[in-house]
């Protein structure tokens, strides 16, 4: 194989590379200058590796252009590309990898994924995010405590954003029949850090297939499903945002997720749940923090959270 | 710099990249097959050995989701993005490889480029292709002859479809002050394989600024401007259709081309016309195809003409 990519290569001109590389100018940020030079290197080399034709190039031009075209507020194809090829399950390991000789860790990280909205309603625990009567929906009551990963101290004004599909497999802002902000809640620990409120049990659930991630899918002859999940954002003043899905150990999709998300340490059991007229199953989980100053010692790099751009 | 990004590599689960490429299912045909695993591990490698964050992804996702708004039948801004990276170049050199053991050479090849338009205006040898009274441009008649590399016998039936930039920079779809069409046009040789007509002397001009790929651009701390040049797509009866530019030697920018296009071959010398009313300079340059079956013998893949997707 690398003989052959060898052989491949040297047919073509060995300065082009470089002289791309070099067009960059004195006043280009180191950081940037590392990133774009292996980047066109990468580029370059794939390129003459597969002797990649115009056409072939052309087609991904265009699938790529369409994935912009089809992006707007509620939907962002080309980050759903990239899930489906495994790259966003890959910058979040890069992103919040612990230094190894942490003793502990905290929670495990999981892609945000395309279906995050902002400013999810407020709610008071004990709520319920379900805000449609739904009948064939399991209802789920979920509880649990933030904490510190280090001291193990509760963690107090903790917001957790928590968002999940209706049984139809479908987010809200994706599904005209549900009512805006369906199945969204955030909130707010007191001081023993203590969360509880009501959900659905999840359902496995195709990614949008109607654009360029989904003919990626089909041209890889994959299917499509996501294993059940429940995903979050928790924030909390002096901590880093954790950004994370759990998933149901039950689901036939959990050992082959669709875009690579799943983690040992977040795959949950759903327990059945008695004297509750509200709920017939209940989910008990607990998160913990790294502070910004744990993370910075023990060498977790980046931000966690999505940012105003998105 | 191997060691560094090895050293980086592998603090990451080194199972992951397999699991990706080996999610494709048994359908997927091998040519598809073999670019896909080159592209996710060309894609996880770039962003393991750079520690790619979720922020610097997702400025990336939302970069080449701009590339494919801003794109429509008149722009292909995601073609531009590859320019400057470039990637439309070697993909171009890729294709059009000729075996080095061929004795003599078809005229070189060129990018297409992203202002290309389909049916342009049919014209008759003689006329010209400027379509409103430019009083600063330079006039230009431009003539040679279309021929077959091997025999060197001249091709009836050429079409030389041709377009160039307006003394402003602008092509017309660019430029609400120019006509439509105008400095286009597509000429069909007679059996002397010979064609004449009158053009304007290009001008240089900085790739559109206003979106991601002159976004990159200023990244990289780079000028923006192309060389002079004139683009040619010639197709006869039984040939490879031929996709070129050629350049102004006088050119400032003949040497650091913004997309990388230029070859020593394509290069070309506008010369003084004397006794023309309707010309300053004249411009004498020939094509020469390569048949099918040519093509195929000496070792040059793929097509080179535009598909009818653009």
Known sequence: MASEAQSQTTKYDPNFTRSVVNSMGPKVPPRLRKVLDSLIQHLHDFARENEITVDEWMAAVELLNECGRMSDDKRNEGQLLCDVLGLESLVDEITYKMVTEANDLPTATAILGPFWRKDAPKRQMGDSIVMNKIEDGDHTFMYGQVTDYTTG??????????????????????????????????????????????????????????????????????????????????????????????????????????????????????????????????????????????????????????????
Chains 1, 2 share one sequence.
Request: charged share 25%.
């Open 153 to 310: 101290e509760p963690i107090e004004g903790a917001e957790l954003d928590v968002w999940h599909t209706a049984p139809n497999g479908l987010y809200e802002q994706q599904d005209p029949d549900q009512p805006d902000m369906n199945l969204r809640g955030r909130f707010t620990t007191g001081k023993d850090g203590k969360f509880w409120f009501y959900c659905l049990r999840p359902t496995s659930y195709p990614i949008p297939f109607d654009g360029p991630a989904g003919r990626m899918i089909q041209l890889m002859d994959r299917h499509p499903y996501r294993p059940a999940h429940i995903h979050f954002i928790i924030k909390a003043p002096g901590y880093k945002p954790l950004v994370t899905q759990i998933f149901d150990r039950r689901d036939k999709y959990v050992t082959n997720d669709s875009v690579f998300a799943v983690k040992d340490s977040l795959i949950v059991d759903f327990l059945p749940r008695n004297g509750d007229p509200k709920a017939e199953f209940e989910l008990p989980y607990d998160f913990k923090l790294a502070s910004f100053e744990q993370a910075k010692k023990s060498g977790v790099s980046g931000t966690t959270a999505p940012s105003a751009s998105l």
